[in-house]
């Protein structure tokens, strides 16, 4: 693990994202709250909290951090790729004040999000697919801010 101590403490900020392709159907019965595990988003939400707080437990070397806050949010898109699935995207926002970022925390609460919610519907749509589950922007530190652009690998 590096060691961080010599660094000053500063706010960091990380912005993840990441998509789960599903049928219409699918997205139509979680937005209508007619999933039989229960309410699927709320429970998405504390899963990701969970997992930004625990991200040190499964990441190897990663520090842990007191996080001050961990924000999901949820939103659809609408448009069907060629499959003819349409999507719920994930961001996850996190926060602290510390010596090293909060980049793994932000992508682990969106990557368990995104479990969370095909754990909670697989038994109506089996062939949902989690895609793209990235870095959209990270603040503080030595190396300052980085947003995503189109141009991002």
């Not at 000053?8 to 599903?22: D, H, I, K, Q, W």
């Not at 842990?64 to 924000?71: F, R």
């Not at 719920?88 to 992508?107: I, S």
Request: proline fraction near 2%.
């Amino acid at each position: 693990m590096v060691d961080v101590s010599g660094k000053p403490g500063t706010e960091r900020v990380a912005v993840a994202s990441g998509v789960l392709r599903m049928q219409p159907g699918t997205l139509a019965r979680i937005r209508a709250g007619s999933i039989a595990k229960g309410d699927v988003l709320t429970v998405a939400d504390v899963g990701a909290v969970m997992a930004a707080k625990r991200t040190a437990d499964i990441i190897p070397m990663c520090h842990t951090l007191a996080l001050s806050g961990v924000e999901v949010g949820f939103s659809d898109i609408a448009e069907a790729d060629a499959g003819g699935c349409v999507g719920l995207k994930v961001t996850t926002t996190t926060r602290c004040a510390g010596q090293t970022g909060v980049e793994m925390e932000a992508l682990c609460a969106a990557g368990v999000a995104l479990l969370t919610i095909y754990d909670m519907c697989k038994a109506i749509d089996r062939g949902m697919r989690i895609e793209n589950i990235q870095l959209e922007e990270k603040r503080g530190g030595k190396s300052g801010t980085w947003k995503r652009t189109k141009d991002s690998a």
